[in-house]
Nanobody, 116 residues
């Protein structure tokens, strides 16, 4: 199982970024997927969850209405569209498959910095 995040960077408050998570080594369409984030000095927190077929999504209250999780199973990729970014969104963002044969798997993370 390999998860590779991309798309992070420096953005001004109010800006947008789209993160991508390229999955390999397993059949993406069979698994729910998640995005987490971890700010410096804080615990890792769940940001968004999407069901295996994309029909059900859930979000942390702090990002609801601003972030959108989606997936393209044909491309083995999960996305996180982030709009109206705030300095409080600054963190390392991680892609996660929560339960692959009973174990979670994580990507290496991508840094998102929101600053003027």
């Amino acid at each position: 199982v390999q998860l590779v995040e991309s798309g992070g960077g420096l953005v001004q408050p109010g800006g947008s970024l789209r993160l991508s998570c390229a999955a390999s080594g397993f059949i993406l369409s069979s698994y729910d997927m998640r995005w987490y984030r971890q700010a410096s000095g804080k615990e890792r927190e769940l940001v968004a969850h999407i069901s295996s077929d994309g029909g059900r999504t859930n979000y942390a209250d702090s990002v609801k209405g601003r972030f959108t999780i989606s997936r393209d199973n044909a491309k083995n990729t999960v996305y996180l569209q982030m709009n109206s970014l705030k300095p409080g969104d600054t963190a390392v963002y991680y892609c996660n498959v929560p339960n692959y044969w009973g174990l979670p798997y994580w990507g290496q993370g991508t840094q998102v910095t929101v600053s003027s």
